[in-house]
């Protein structure tokens, strides 16, 4: 009996003595760190794991990765698998967490139930009223000073395949974005895109927004040509740039193939998806029906490359006519064929000046 109240007494003084070191520091991710473990050890999980995912978001690969062994520890392994991503995007070469990620996301797999709060936990957020983000020190919006290399737009130093109308574009979606909404990527490749959304959320205030980039970067089939491609770079390229861009602490990597990512998305939780991955008629069209459930009414869901006759042409058209859907084209110069899909007699939300309805 002495044994237990000593050693309560100790975790009390330790967690105060946490706590005003917190107050004094409050952007310091060891003592946030520090200040959850003792919660947890103490038996006050709630709390505790309210430090860890403050002690998170500042954005400290080892952070993130003691998260996830907690997040294990307590039986949560689909939000450990999350924090495990995050770790390696933060730091690619982290010794741990790809093997850590590997092994809770088999372990969620085997036990979540699909319409479980548990399963929406992996990827939504990792606990109810997540804080804002913290940014780094300094963070300012992109210039967005355009340049080419070759057929790759420029901006910022990350290189990507857009045109300058989709810049404008990307970013006029990212706006639209309700506060604290729900914004799906799909295929990410360097992250210029991404980089572009994320900047815009932080730049509009939407520091609550849950932004995901949903790709197994391993490149395209028409990308296997690529350098980066053979050498396996592309997703620490994507990582590099998004960490240079100052806006990794928006961006949550999610490295799986998308079918298989929805899974962890209820119905009606997503305010946009943009699809931009799989570029062949079979995979466009899996990502729109995988995809398309997972809309919350009044969200939207638009895509890139629907050049007239091409394979993601074909594609959006068989799945609008499949669902009696209203199918809009933003020909060049307004974007490079970004479409969005809507019921009928459902007027979507801004995104361009010019855009064309598609003959049926």
């Avoid at 990765?65 to 924090?83: D, E, F, I, K």
């Avoid at 520091?207 to 053979?230: K, M, N, P």
């Avoid at 799945?319 to 979507?348: D, K, N, Q």
Wanted: net charge negative; aromatic share 6%; charged share 20%.
């Amino acid at each position: 009996m002495k044994g237990r109240l000593a050693r309560r007494s100790v975790v009390e003084v330790a967690t105060l003595a946490a706590r005003g070191a917190v107050r004094a520091f409050p952007r310091v991710a060891g003592l946030r760190l520090l200040l959850g473990s003792v919660l947890l050890e103490g038996g006050r999980k709630v709390e505790g794991l309210r430090e860890l995912e403050l002690a998170f978001d500042l954005g400290r690969a080892e952070t993130a990765s003691v998260l996830g062994v907690a997040l294990r520890r307590l039986g949560r392994p689909a939000a450990a698998a999350r924090a495990f991503e995050r770790a390696l995007a933060l730091d690619p070469t982290h010794p741990t967490a790809a093997g850590e990620r590997d092994a809770c996301l088999a372990a969620a797999g085997a036990s979540l139930d699909p319409g479980g709060d548990e399963l929406a936990d992996l990827l939504a957020r990792l606990a109810p009223g997540r804080p804002p983000v913290f940014m780094e020190p300094g963070w300012r919006p992109w210039a967005l000073s355009l340049a080419f290399d070759g057929p790759m737009l420029v901006v910022e130093g990350v290189k990507g395949f857009l045109i300058p109308g989709d810049v404008e574009m990307l970013r006029r979606l990212a706006a639209w974005l309700p506060p604290g909404g729900t914004y799906v990527e799909i295929g990410s490749f360097m992250g210029l895109s991404s980089a572009l959304v994320a900047s815009t959320l932080v730049a509009v205030g939407n520091h609550e927004a849950r932004f995901y980039c949903v790709d197994t970067w391993e490149g395209s089939v028409e990308h296997q040509d690529l350098e980066v491609i053979q050498r396996k770079q592309l997703y620490h390229i994507f990582c590099d740039n998004i960490q240079s861009a100052g806006v990794a602490p928006m961006v949550r990597p999610v490295r799986m193939p998308s079918v298989e990512a929805v899974r962890f998305f209820p119905p009606a939780s997503v305010d946009l998806v943009f699809v931009d991955g799989d570029h062949t008629y079979e995979g466009c069209l899996a990502d729109l029906e995988a995809w398309w459930p997972t809309i919350k009414p009044g969200g939207r869901v638009l895509g890139h490359d629907c050049v007239p006759g091409e394979c993601v042409d074909r594609a959006v058209r068989a799945f609008a006519a499949r669902r009696g859907l209203e199918l809009e084209i933003h020909p060049p110069p307004a974007s490079h064929y970004i479409f969005e899909l809507h019921a009928r007699g459902v007027t979507p939300g801004p995104v361009a000046a010019q855009c064309v309805a598609a003959p049926q």
